[in-house]
């Protein structure tokens, strides 16, 4: 054959020639040598005898068929390395074959072998899919170099899609692996946004804490308690109502203004403290009506000033005791945030606590010491001094206090 179809460097040729020599043959996955098979196509005796011989020195083991069509079934049935087609089968009649093979295994190489080729039957047989024409009148170490050739170039190409195929299951372990990574960083962003959420929600609730704490005036309480309040949730219309002598029993302690007059908000707030606050104090649930029309309906006409308004109302408990009742309303169209209920739920405990300890202070505070020494002994009959009394340095007076 002439041409640079046919045209191999020196150095390629001394490597195939030295891998021939040494036998070198693809491995089976048992680590075993794997005999190389060669599928010949439409040979006459006298050619296959040829071929056969060279294929036998080549160490590459041989099969027949004798038309394109057995050619396919073989394909189907065994692995094939080489595919010898006769040069008498045009191309056209051997590219059904070609196709066939690569569709089975893009390793399998077509050469055509017979005759040397003339006029475009060359590129006739390259577009039909042969990687080589074998001229038979060559000697056999020119047909052996040729055969080790496409036998190279089919175990490179077997190692090339071992290779894709190994990066398409890398590939796919990856992208299950990333959506694991995914939704793991998912679950860390939760949770760290849920630990910043927590953090923010702590150091309000000492930041609050830390301004009632010093207050030991209910009126001072509710007013620093309403105006952190205020600071959270912007301009609104608020009140407070404290608990009576009775459970049932509820006045109003605080009231801020926004667009909504204390005049024009009495005969609601009355009915607040005397229906609502009362039911509410026997819940812990906070209360919230982005339309008040139902609540506005069964109060009466007194919750007019609600209309329009969105309301939200909790209680704040200490123990099983209800310490204030809370209301916060305006305008449905500066609607309050959602965060408004864990903000809620975070102070109300702080505030219920600080007013527990007024109550208990306040009632402490209704001890006093006698007005004189001959006072403490009035109408005591047993002759029992003073510290027999317990009011000798006040020390047991202070204890229960």
Same mark, same amino acid.
């Given at each position: ?38 599928? =010949? ?212 302690? +605080?009231?801020?203004?926004?667009? =909504? ?15 609502? =606050? ?62 408004? +209920? ?10 219920? +606590? ?48």
């Amino acid at each position: 054959m002439q041409g640079p179809y046919n045209d191999y460097p020196s150095d390629e040729r001394a490597r195939l020639d030295a891998d021939a020599q040494d036998g070198a043959q693809p491995m089976s996955s048992d680590g075993h040598e794997v005999q190389p098979a060669a599928l =010949c196509v439409g040979f006459d005796a006298v050619a296959i005898a040829r071929v056969s011989s060279v294929l036998a020195a080549a160490g590459i083991s041989c099969e027949q068929a004798d038309s394109a069509d057995a050619a396919v079934a073989h394909l189907v049935s065994g692995a094939t390395d080489i595919i010898l087609i006769a040069d008498r089968i045009p191309a056209a009649a051997f590219a059904p074959i070609a196709a066939q093979a690569r569709r089975i295994s893009g390793s399998t190489k077509i050469i055509v072998a017979g005759a040397p080729p003339r006029g475009t039957r060359l590129l006739d047989a390259v577009r039909a899919g042969a990687v080589d024409w074998l001229d038979l009148s060559h000697d056999d170490r020119d047909l052996q170099f040729r055969l080790q050739t496409a036998l190279e170039l089919g175990n490179e190409d077997r190692r090339r899609d071992e290779r894709i195929a190994r990066l398409k299951g890398i590939c796919r372990k990856l992208t299950i692996t990333r959506s694991e990574f995914s939704k793991q960083i998912d679950s860390l962003s939760e949770g760290l946004n849920d630990f910043r959420g927590r953090v923010d929600e702590a150091g309000i609730v000492g930041e609050f804490r830390g301004l009632i704490s010093q207050e030991l005036d209910v009126e001072d309480l509710l007013r620093t308690s309403m105006q952190y309040m205020l600071t959270k949730t912007g301009a609104t219309n608020a009140a407070v109502f404290l608990p009576g002598s009775k459970p049932t029993q509820f006045g109003l302690g +605080a009231y801020v203004n926004y667009d =909504c007059p204390r005049t024009t908000a009495e005969p609601l707030l009355s009915r607040l403290a005397e229906e609502i =606050c009362p039911r509410l104090a026997e819940d812990e649930d906070i209360v919230r009506f982005a339309d008040t029309a139902e609540f506005v309906d069964s109060i009466g006409l007194e919750a007019s000033v609600l209309d329009d308004c969105e309301l939200v109302a909790w209680p704040a408990h200490h123990g099983d005791e209800c310490m204030g009742v809370f209301f916060l309303f305006r305008n449905r169209s500066e609607p309050f945030k959602d965060e408004l +209920a864990g903000l809620i739920d975070a102070l109300r405990p702080v505030f219920a +606590a600080q007013m527990a300890k007024l109550v208990r202070v306040h009632h402490r505070s209704k001890f006093s010491w006698p007005d004189s020494r001959s006072s403490a002994t009035e109408g005591d009959e047993s002759g029992e001094d003073d510290e027999d009394k317990g009011f000798g340095d006040g020390e047991s007076w202070r204890r229960a206090a």
